[in-house]
């Protein structure tokens, strides 16, 4: 351009930038000079990639560790302890990219659990005891909803209440023993198969698909992802923030029933402590998926990948008769550095 | 090298070839520039022309691709905000960014305890200097108070006090004037002239000519990251910089001809919400441009903010074509077709981190899901009309909007409710940001959207643009409607004096 300040009038700069002016003004003249990001780039910044390359590193050191690890059906059989969990961490990634966060899902299990079998041991049909189940769900749910909405209170304060609160309400319900004779048909559920697969895994799958294509194909889904982002543009763009967040505080509250029954299937009983500690594996299910913890980000292929990295993460240890001591100092470990790595990749991806 | 009218005085920082690239696109281009000691120096150009991310480059945000920064003769490299501060440079952003929760006076104080990490700041000293700084600045705020609460404006202040309270040689305003109103400005030039006086070296970047032709000695003319000029202001006629700026010469905006003004769409009936704003009643008819005048804090805010139920009026009525309505929400609001462009972009517009197509498209799900499902194509044809409609400057429709200049975003926002097809819009500060030659285009649109038979509610601190657009002139002071002022009989004082608060008005009448 112009040497530095010397004194050329302006008629003859013009004329003479004519005709790179003509273009360069030209109000979209940005967008040709301006390729997209490169592919790899937008892959590499992604922080489910971390994830799937995780996964396949430790599918990698897992089968070093046992041949059993190169058996699909071990690890599919394997996978049914985690298929209740995974199933709840869809749905709480939903509740984390919002914003808010959940801790009270396992014990939101153990209490609707409780209520299922309490009901069916009072003599009522099993299908009215179910109903129970999903009915206590979704009280626990729309309660949470209540205060952290209604009230205006801090999700994790509140979820850290009625965790302990819906976890002593299954210990005075159900006592210290354990419910169980249930109908043949109703427990078991991880034996039967469908094509060789056991049926909590497809109903993990299933559930991954249509929350996926609910978060990043509709309406409301798409809000979830605004609201988590800036909540306030979110109410001035005419979002039904309230609405959507007490529905998936509620929905929480359905989805941690139905693992509940999921969980009462597989153990054939039932007790007050069901599913303790599981938040901790949820919430790292979410966060190793690659959600960011302050909402915004996040995707159901990240969690849904996550599981099964904890999955193949667990088994490798049992087999390689690890402690389980041990097995919780790993999954710490894992959560920070799956927190630290997300928040870097964000961070990295703003400035 | 430099015209060196101004001073004669060394540089007292010098920049060389600075260019940088975001992922391979070049924003700027081999600029140089040196800065004299005792100047105020423009930046001027089009949006997105490059001259936040130069400001950012300067005060150690953004680290150059290429180039090199002297100051005071010493190569300096810059590579984070906290360095330039060492180094005495301090920036006041485009968008305030502090500290919500925290008090004023704190966020006053933030990033000067840094070093005496031993030394507690009692609570005492820190609201004295805090007060003692406002006054500097001749703003009554309580500094105990929390910045969430505060408006554009006074944040936009607390900044530049900030910017104060450090003994930078070197202080960069990006936009300070935006959101201020006449009064304030004069405020801050008094200052800025002073710290010039002082010695010290001033960027101010600003839209506004008027503005820098008051306040500025030398200006910087940037395009398309090239810079094209610098020069005393003096040798630069208006029409030279528009030409230097945007390479053609600028529209006039014609005030809209002959439209006719038909029935009340909106009206608000003694709209009261204790210590905000109190008994407002107006109409704005069918095809008018009201336009809502005031200083900043006089509640104008605050009331389109209670129309589009926001934070609803405790008491009085709206009413929507003669129909009474109960808005609880900004749902509601937008199914009576009423749209509300908030004056502050960054806090209640953008999803900073979203990209720009969900951000144009945020308020109108069914046109892009008209079957429940979002459907990409739609999406990308509907943003892509109001890119170019807009003219928008991007890289990618898919980029994440917070990389887009602070214009662009604005009008990014205006796209979306433009797109919400309103019969009632109500445009806060809306062009708060955008460079004039799209302020032309932008204000023809608004005078067609009044032209069909839109009714409009225009809040601005721009008295040029509240008397070019506008029919009629609603003036607020202290939360109270002190004057109603037809197209025929408004005049720049006229708003002004009814601005100005009755108590200050008695006194000065007084004296
Ligand atoms: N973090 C970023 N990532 C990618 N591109 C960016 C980023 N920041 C700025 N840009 C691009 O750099 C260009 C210059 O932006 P800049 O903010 O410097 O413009 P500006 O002159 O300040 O405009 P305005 O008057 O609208 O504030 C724009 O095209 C913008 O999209
Ligand atoms: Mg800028």
């Not at chain 1, 300040?5 to 301006?34: H, I, M, N």
């Not at chain 2, 409607?481 to 009989?489: G, Y």
Request: aromatic share 6%.
């Amino acid at each position: 351009m112009t040497p530095v300040g010397s004194p050329k009038p302006v008629d003859a700069l013009d004329s003479a930038g004519q005709q790179p002016t003509a273009t360069v003004s030209a109000p979209q003249s940005g967008r040709e000079f301006a390729p997209a990001r490169p592919i790899w780039q937008v892959l590499l910044i992604r922080p489910e990639t971390v994830t799937l390359a995780l996964l396949i590193g430790a599918i990698i050191v897992g089968s070093q560790l046992s041949r059993f690890f190169l058996d699909i059906s071990y690890i599919l059989e394997s996978s049914t302890l985690y298929s209740e969990y995974s199933i709840v961490a869809l749905m709480l990634t939903l509740v984390i990219i919002s914003g808010e966060i959940d801790l009270s899902p396992a014990s939101m299990m153990a209490l609707s659990a409780c209520v299922f079998a309490s009901v069916f041991q009072a003599g009522a049909p099993i299908w009215l005891a179910i109903l129970a189940s999903f009915a206590c769900g979704l009280a626990m749910g729309a309660f949470n909803a209540i205060l952290v909405i209604g009230f205006r209170l801090p999700s994790i304060i509140v979820t850290i209440g009625t965790l302990t609160l819906y976890r002593g309400l299954a210990q005075v319900l159900a006592g210290d023993r354990s419910i169980s004779h249930f109908p043949d048909w109703f427990v078991g559920i991880d034996y039967r198969e469908i094509l060789d697969v056991p049926v909590p895994v497809i109903l993990f799958t299933v559930a991954a698909i249509i929350v996926g294509l609910f978060l990043g194909m509709t309406i409301p889904g798409r809000q979830i992802y605004q609201i988590g982002t800036n909540e306030i543009a979110a109410r001035h763009a005419g979002i039904r923030v309230q609405r959507i967040k007490a529905g998936l505080f509620v929905g929480m509250g359905l989805v941690a029933s139905l693992a509940g029954l999921i969980t009462a299937s597989r153990l054939a009983s039932v007790r007050y402590d069901m599913a303790t500690g599981g938040e901790l594996q949820m919430v790292l299910m979410v966060m190793l998926g690659g959600t960011y913890i302050f909402g915004g980000r996040g995707t159901i292929l990240g969690t849904f990948l996550a599981s099964w990295l904890l999955v193949i993460i667990a088994t490798g240890m049992t087999v390689a008769n690890i402690v389980v001591t041990s097995q919780l100092i790993v999954m710490g470990v894992l959560l920070i550095t799956s927190i630290i790595a997300t928040n870097a990749i964000y961070a990295r991806s703003q400035r | 090298m430099q015209p060196v009218s101004a001073t004669d005085k060394a540089p007292m920082m010098s920049l060389r070839g600075i260019t940088k690239q975001f992922a391979g696109v070049e924003v700027l281009r081999d600029v140089d520039l040196d800065l004299y000691p005792g100047e105020i120096h423009a930046l001027l150009g089009e949006n997105g022309a490059g001259k936040s991310t130069f400001s950012k480059i300067i005060a150690g945000v953004h680290r150059p691709t290429r180039g090199t920064i002297t100051l005071n003769s010493e190569r300096v490299e810059i590579s984070n905000p906290l360095a330039a501060q060492r180094l005495g440079i301090t920036l006041i952003h485009q968008e305030p960014i502090s500290f919500p929760d925290l008090s004023i006076a704190e966020n006053l104080v933030m990033g000067r305890t840094e070093g005496s990490l031993l030394k507690r700041v009692t609570w005492g000293e820190m609201t004295r200097d805090a007060n003692r700084l406002m006054n500097l600045l001749d703003i009554r705020i309580d500094v105990t108070k929390p910045m969430r609460g505060l408006s554009i404006a006074d944040q936009q202040m607390v900044e530049i006090a900030r910017a104060l309270a450090s003994d930078s040689r070197l202080i960069i305003m990006d936009e300070p004037t935006a959101s201020l109103t006449p009064k304030e400005t004069a405020i801050l030039f008094r200052i800025v002239r002073r710290l010039r006086d002082e010695g010290r070296t001033i960027i101010f970047i600003s839209h506004r000519l008027e503005e820098v032709r008051a306040l500025c000695d030398r200006v910087t003319i940037f395009r398309d990251g090239n810079r094209v000029t610098t020069d005393t202001i003096q040798s630069l006629t208006d029409t030279d910089i528009i030409r230097l700026m945007i390479g053609r010469p600028l529209q006039d905006y014609m005030h809209k001809q002959g439209t006719t003004i038909g029935d009340v769409a909106l009206e608000a009936r003694n709209l009261t919400l204790p210590g905000t704003f109190e008994d407002i009643s107006f109409t704005v008819r069918k095809g008018e441009i009201v336009g809502l005048g005031g200083l900043v804090g006089a509640g104008r805010t605050d009331v389109a903010k209670a129309i589009f139920g926001i934070a609803p009026a405790q008491s009085g009525r709206v009413l929507i074509n003669g129909q009474d309505v109960q808005i609880r929400d900004p749902s509601d609001a937008i199914a009576l077709k009423l749209a509300f462009v908030p004056e502050d972009r960054a806090i209640a517009g953008i999803f900073r981190s979203l990209s720009v197509e969900q951000n144009i498209t945020a308020a109108v799900p069914d046109q892009i899901a008209p079957s429940g499902f979002i459907r990409r194509s739609l999406e990308k044809g509907i943003a892509e009309a109001q890119v170019t409609r807009m003219s928008i400057r991007l890289a990618s429709q898919r980029q994440p909007i917070g990389e887009l200049s602070g214009g662009n975003q604005q009008k990014a926002i205006l796209a979306r409710w433009l797109l919400t097809d309103p019969e009632v819009l109500i445009l806060d500060e809306p062009t708060r940001g955008i460079d004039i030659g799209v302020k032309a285009e932008f204000y023809d649109m608004i005078g067609a959207l009044a032209a069909s038979g839109r009714a409009i509610l225009l809040i601005s601190s721009e008295l040029p643009e509240l008397l070019a657009l506008c029919d009629r002139i609603l003036v607020m002071s202290e939360g109270r409607l002190t004057a109603n002022i037809l197209r025929a009989e408004a005049t720049q004082e006229a708003i002004m004096f009814a601005a100005v608060p009755k108590t200050t008005r008695q006194i000065e009448g007084v004296a």
